[in-house]
């Protein structure tokens, strides 16, 4: 089975049973909530859901020294191509097969800049991540987003979802658990808050109002867990 580690706001990293390092966002020496450096990070594969700052702002080192195939849209696959890296571009509803599993891209609703230098006048669609794994495991890492209803073609189709709480430039706790009741997981992991003031939540409040929904995985930087 995976095991998710996470490392603050919407970071983490998926490692496969067979040893195969996925990071998703990759944003360590600037999060202010993650204690780990990039350089201390493994990756074969780096998927990312957009261009914004806390997302991508570390995925150019990650890759150039890991040699890691970047999955993204296309138009931040064609721009990290440019500075060398292997890619694998992706939109919106397709999906490509790699040596872990199936990856589909699936709608968000958010800002599209890329805030990278040199990228400064790119612009992409946000995106969510699904993540039908080889031993069977399905994940669903939502990205930066509104609530939306085409979340609910995810019904089926997720064991593990993470979901942001932040509110202010993503949904909020109460529009969280909307989401969960469109997307029936059976877990979820909160993420995109308490990273900075504005987006301070009680996540302890958000396992309550999801009650008996799903189980709710509260994580800090460097906690695990295996699904």
Same mark, same amino acid.
């Given at each position: =089975?995976?095991?998710l580690?996470?490392?603050?706001?919407?970071?983490?990293?998926?490692?496969?049973?067979?040893?195969? @390092?996925?990071?998703?966002?990759?944003?360590?020496?600037?999060?202010? #909530?993650?204690?780990?450096?990039?350089?201390?990070?493994?990756?074969?594969?780096?998927?990312?859901?957009?261009?914004?700052?806390? @997302?991508?702002?570390d995925?150019?080192?990650?890759?150039?020294?890991?040699?890691?195939? #970047?999955?993204?849209?296309?138009?931040?696959?064609?721009?990290?191509?440019?500075?060398?890296?292997?890619?694998?571009?992706?939109?919106?509803?397709?999906?490509?097969?790699?040596?872990?599993?199936?990856?589909? =891209?699936t709608p968000?609703? @958010?800002?599209?800049?890329?805030?990278? +230098?040199?990228?400064?006048?790119?612009?992409? =669609?946000?995106?969510?991540?699904?993540?039908?794994?080889?031993?069977?495991?399905?994940?669903? @890492?939502?990205?930066?987003?509104?609530?939306?209803v085409?979340?609910?073609?995810?019904?089926?189709? #997720?064991? #593990?979802?993470?979901?942001?709480?932040?509110?202010?430039?993503?949904?909020?706790?109460?529009?969280?658990?909307?989401?969960?009741?469109?997307?029936? +997981?059976?877990?979820?992991?909160?993420?995109?808050?308490?990273?900075? +003031? +504005?987006?301070?939540?009680?996540?302890?409040?958000?396992?309550?109002?999801?009650?008996?929904?799903?189980?709710?995985?509260?994580?800090?930087?460097?906690?695990?867990?295996?699904?």
């Open positions: =089975m995976p095991k580690t996470y490392y603050g706001h919407s970071t983490c990293s998926l490692e496969t049973e067979e040893g195969t @390092h996925i990071v998703i966002d990759p944003f360590f020496d600037e999060n202010p #909530v993650c204690d780990v450096a990039v350089e201390d990070v493994e990756a074969d594969f780096i998927l990312i859901t957009h261009g914004h700052f806390d @997302h991508i702002a995925a150019i080192p990650l890759a150039e020294r890991t040699g890691a195939t #970047v999955v993204a849209t296309y138009e931040i696959a064609t721009f990290l191509e440019s500075k060398g890296l292997t890619v694998s571009p992706q939109h919106i509803g397709g999906g490509v097969t790699y040596p872990f599993g199936y990856v589909k =891209m968000a609703l @958010h800002g599209g800049a890329v805030n990278l +230098p040199g990228a400064e006048a790119a612009t992409t =669609m946000p995106a969510g991540l699904l993540i039908h794994f080889d031993t069977g495991e399905r994940f669903h @890492h939502a990205g930066d987003t509104a609530l939306i085409d979340m609910q073609l995810l019904k089926g189709q #997720v064991d #593990v979802a993470m979901l942001p709480i932040g509110d202010r430039f993503t949904m909020g706790p109460s529009d969280a658990v909307r989401a969960i009741d469109f997307i029936e +997981p059976k877990a979820v992991i909160p993420i995109h808050y308490d990273t900075w +003031p +504005p987006l301070e939540q009680d996540a302890e409040a958000f396992k309550a109002a999801v009650g008996s929904r799903a189980e709710v995985e509260i994580m800090k930087c460097g906690d695990t867990y295996s699904f």
